[in-house]
Antibody, heavy 117, light 108 residues
Framework: QVHLVESGGGVVQPGRSLRLSCAAS????????MHWVRQAPGKGLEGVAV????????YYADAVKGRFTISRDNSKNTLYLQLNSLRPEDTAVYYC??????????WGQGTLVTVSS | DIQMTQSPSSLSASVGDRVTITCRAS??????LNWYQQRPGKAPKLLIY???SLQTGVPSRFSGSGSGTEFTLTISRLQPADFATYYC??????????FGQGTLVENK
């Protein structure tokens, strides 16, 4: 059974950094692409970043390009999202998801990032 | 960027009703269209991928259709657990892929 657990969220001041983690279990992590998707309070879903199974290909939404970095450690079955130069508009619940035929097939429970002074 | 527009934004329905939600893409996306359900306070859940493929474990009352720019999600007989928000997502071209704005299905 696929299990994804995000961590690392919290309250952070504008301009500061944060690193989110997503611990994966129940599947062969190294053979799947992975996604980060966020949801601002009361708003819809927004794809943030995607990484290929071996980490060689990474893709970002325009809103976070140059500020966020997606990475993975297949030896630890863990996905990461480094968030730099945070802005109030980055406030959201951040979900990691396992790819399934070019969709987000399984999701974690999410971790809340609040950017506020 | 490909824009996804869902209609309606919200609807009221009763248990047992047939419900249809439409999703339109700003350009042709073949059948690269996914549907998700999100209950309040919960993570989204994949229902349908590649326009019409039912995700494992999803009840057969859910179905998807369409290709090109117009797609539909149909719930054949609405159940109490189905009151939720539904999102479409295009997965055509370079990720991350865009979502529709969501459709809230409320209890009439």
């Amino acid at each position: 059974q696929v299990h994804l657990v995000e961590s690392g969220g919290g309250v952070v001041q504008p301009g500061r950094s944060l690193r989110l983690s997503c611990a994966a279990s129940g599947f062969t992590f190294s053979t799947y692409g992975m996604h980060w998707v966020r949801q601002a309070p009361g708003k819809g879903l927004e794809g943030v970043a995607v990484i290929s199974d071996d980490g060689s290909n990474k893709y970002y939404a325009d809103a976070v390009k140059g500020r966020f970095t997606i990475s993975r450690d297949n030896s630890k079955n863990t996905l990461y999202l480094q968030l730099n130069s945070l802005r109030p508009e980055d406030t959201a619940v951040y979900y990691c998801a396992k790819d399934h035929s070019s969709s987000c097939g399984s999701w974690g429970q999410g971790t809340l990032v609040t950017v506020s002074s | 960027d490909i824009q996804m527009t869902q209609s309606p934004s919200s609807l009221s329905a009763s248990v047992g009703d047939r419900v249809t939600i439409t999703c339109r893409a700003s350009q042709s996306i073949s059948t690269y269209l996914n549907w998700y359900q999100q209950r309040p306070g919960k993570a989204p859940k994949l229902l349908i991928y590649t326009a019409s493929s039912l995700q494992t474990g999803v009840p057969s009352r859910f179905s998807g259709s369409g290709s090109g720019t117009e797609f539909t999600l149909t719930i054949s007989r609405l159940q109490p657990a189905d009151f939720a928000t539904y999102y479409c997502q295009q997965s055509y071209g370079t990720p991350p892929w865009t979502f529709g704005q969501g459709t809230l299905v409320e209890n009439k």
